[in-house]
């Protein structure tokens, strides 16, 4: 079999097939979803698209991102060490090539025809396409491949990939929808008394706050207000690599329409925090949100967030909500549980990589945290669960 590739640009240049045979199976990795990431992307980030062939019929695509850390401060709180760590980040990696999507926690880099072709080839051709981008567009300090299900990782075990180091920061925080939730009374019903009771009280700390779906024009008209609100959240963040344009939130919608969602949290009819989702075939991802601190305290705006979230994914029959892997310990008290994910990360100056390890535990963050069941314990629920993961 002939297999080639091609890099594209803009997601205008796209094949035709391109939603049927990449774009329809996961969202992400859509002609849509890249129109977002060219009209609202982080100013520090540049996009490419990748195309793969079977002769001239398109088998697979893969979504490259180039992130430049020379100006972008990626330790956020003012202090020395923070500082210190910020230039040392900069010194080490000016800047970066991911295959994959770093705004995104999960698999959301490159989908294949899996009749068309096996995982083996799949990331024999995934390789070829990062020398590809590194050879016509640009070699950079450091190469990513981001976010693999732990069962890939034997396929980067080659000669290739042997000189990359896996690593694994977090892991991403997944709540399976179970079949007899079907309101949310009845997730709520399998939580123990001691997180029932927790729920419920957050539940009566936000009477009086209005919550509500907020259409295109409304995101338009608090696009000023929800990019602070998310600036709260994200410059507490001890690592950021990248931070959302003004604009972002209203060209997701545009662009994702039914499939991106917005609800606002209103405190004598000012918005007072918001979250998003993005609706993902059988899956929903949560996406960035945004609060007052002060209010979020009073009001354990948060816990009722990621309450609301499960609620929403029950009421409208998703099989799973991905939380991502920040802020894990709270996720955990509503029943997400971790999923191992992992990474490779290479060097292009060669005598670094055998130090690798060491530089990335330096500047990398490590969360302790301890792991929450807040469901009733039932054997036989906790052994299917073992065994699905």
Wanted: proline residues 2%; aromatic residues 14%.
């Amino acid at each position: 079999m002939s297999y080639h590739l091609k890099i594209y640009t803009s997601a205008s240049g796209l094949p035709e097939s391109w939603e049927m045979v990449i774009g329809d199976h996961n969202i992400m990795l859509s002609t849509a979803y890249f129109r977002v990431l060219e009209t609202s992307k982080p100013q520090n980030m540049t996009c490419f698209f990748v195309g793969f062939f079977e002769d001239e019929h398109l088998v697979g695509g893969a979504l490259f991102q180039y992130l430049d850390f020379i100006r972008h401060k990626t330790f956020q709180k003012d202090e020395v060490w923070c500082s210190i760590r910020s230039f040392a980040a900069r010194k080490f990696s000016k800047d970066v090539m991911i295959l994959g999507n770093n705004m995104l926690t999960g698999q959301n880099g490159f989908y294949f025809d899996p009749k068309k072709i096996g995982t083996e080839h799949m990331v024999s051709l995934l390789d070829k396409a990062v020398r590809k981008m590194q050879k016509e567009v640009r070699k950079t300090s450091l190469i990513i491949y981001k976010d693999y299900r732990s069962e890939f990782f034997s396929f980067f075990q080659n000669g290739t990939h042997r000189n990359y180091f896996k690593f694994s920061v977090q892991p991403t925080m997944i709540l399976k929808v179970r079949d007899n939730w079907r309101t949310f009374e009845d997730y709520l019903n399998d939580f123990s008394t001691k997180y029932r009771t927790r729920a419920k009280t957050a539940r009566k700390k936000l009477e009086g706050v209005e919550k509500r779906e907020l259409r295109h024009e409304e995101i338009c008209r608090y696009r000023m207000k929800m990019n602070r609100l998310y600036h709260n959240v994200a410059e507490n963040a001890p690592f950021n690599t990248f931070f959302l344009e003004e604009n972002h939130f209203q060209s997701m919608k545009e662009h994702l329409g039914i499939n991106f969602k917005v609800f606002g949290y209103f405190s004598d009819h000012e918005l007072i925090g918001f979250y998003t989702l993005i609706l993902n075939n059988d899956d929903i991802d949560t996406y960035f949100l945004g609060y007052d601190k002060e209010i979020q305290k009073e009001k354990q705006i948060y816990l009722n967030m990621l309450l609301d979230m499960a609620g929403f994914a029950i009421g409208h029959r998703f099989k799973r909500i991905i939380f991502g892997r920040t802020a894990l310990e709270i996720k955990s008290t509503i029943g997400a549980e971790p999923v191992k994910i992992f990474g490779l990360i290479r060097h292009t100056y060669s005598v670094i990589n055998p130090f690798m390890k060491n530089i990335f535990d330096s500047l990398s963050p490590k969360t302790e945290w301890i792991q929450r069941n807040p469901f009733k314990i039932d054997l036989s629920l906790h052994s299917d669960a073992k065994k699905a993961d």
